[in-house]
T-cell receptor
Framework: AQSVTQLGSHVSVSEGALVLLRCNYSSSVPPYLFWYVQYPNQGLQLLLKYTSAATLVKGINGFEAEFKKSETSFHLTKPSAHMSDAAEYFCAVSNSGGYQKVTFGTGTKLQVIP | SAVISQKPSRDICQRGTSLTIQCQVDSQVTMMFWYRQQPGQSLTLIATANQGSEATYESGFVIDKFPISRPNLTFSTLTVSNMSPEDSSIYLC??????????????FGAGSRLTVL
């Protein structure tokens, strides 16, 4: 069974500051890892995914995440926060073969302070 | 990527009634997924719906409470039966869309927000 833990249900950053959203995973098999973003009253959208290629993954809107097997982490970062980044972010994990059930974390709401 | 339309977008329902949520996809897909998103909790997979076969339910979800139909490759419905306030939640339809990497990348509808009084 797989799971993800997102540290911090709410994160506040100033506009222009570094964004760091934390995600740790648990998986008994090589995982695929994802970050999704949900804007108010919208469905989730894929930000980026890790599928066992490069450990540093770049996504849309300037976000990136690094897969660190030794730390079982997949933290999401962005060098400079923009007001439009305010949203809820979900980390997710699936196994890398067969039936790939996707398991989501509890989400982190990002607030960007002007 | 696929575009998913869900109806209703929101509804307020009375205890004991049932509500059917519709999910329409603009392209044919093999697998469709129904998730529940409760406040402060992670998205929880309810069931996987394949065309032409019974839906596969996750632990804690049963067909009598959440019957699902999948009449063709572009449409599915989820019914929330005999609702109670605990069923107040956002229900999301999703499909797999990524074939290049082999990963199960999901595309979601905007969700149906149900409030049960």
């Amino acid at each position: 069974a797989q799971s993800v833990t997102q540290l911090g249900s709410h994160v506040s950053v100033s506009e222009g500051a570094l964004v760091l959203l934390r995600c740790n995973y648990s998986s008994s098999v090589p995982p695929y890892l994802f970050w999704y973003v949900q804007y108010p009253n919208q469905g989730l959208q894929l930000l980026l995914k890790y599928t066992s290629a490069a450990t540093l993954v770049k996504g849309i809107n300037g976000f990136e995440a690094e897969f660190k097997k030794s730390e079982t982490s997949f933290h999401l970062t962005k060098p400079s926060a923009h007001m439009s980044d305010a949203a809820e972010y979900f980390c997710a994990v699936s196994n890398s073969g067969g039936y790939q059930k996707v398991t989501f974390g509890t989400g982190t709401k990002l607030q960007v302070i002007p | 990527s696929a575009v998913i339309s869900q109806k209703p977008s929101r509804d307020i329902c009375q205890r004991g009634t049932s509500l059917t949520i519709q999910c329409q996809v603009d392209s044919q897909v093999t697998m469709m997924f129904w998730y529940r998103q409760q406040p402060g909790q992670s998205l929880t997979l309810i069931a996987t719906a394949n065309q032409g076969s019974e839906a596969t339910y996750e632990s804690g979800f049963v067909i009598d409470k959440f019957p699902i139909s999948r009449p063709n490759l572009t449409f599915s419905t989820l019914t929330v039966s005999n609702m109670s306030p605990e069923d107040s939640s956002i229900y999301l339809c999703s499909v797999s869309r990524d074939v290049d990497s082999g990963a199960n990348v999901l595309t979601f509808g905007a969700g149906s927000r149900l409030t049960v009084l």
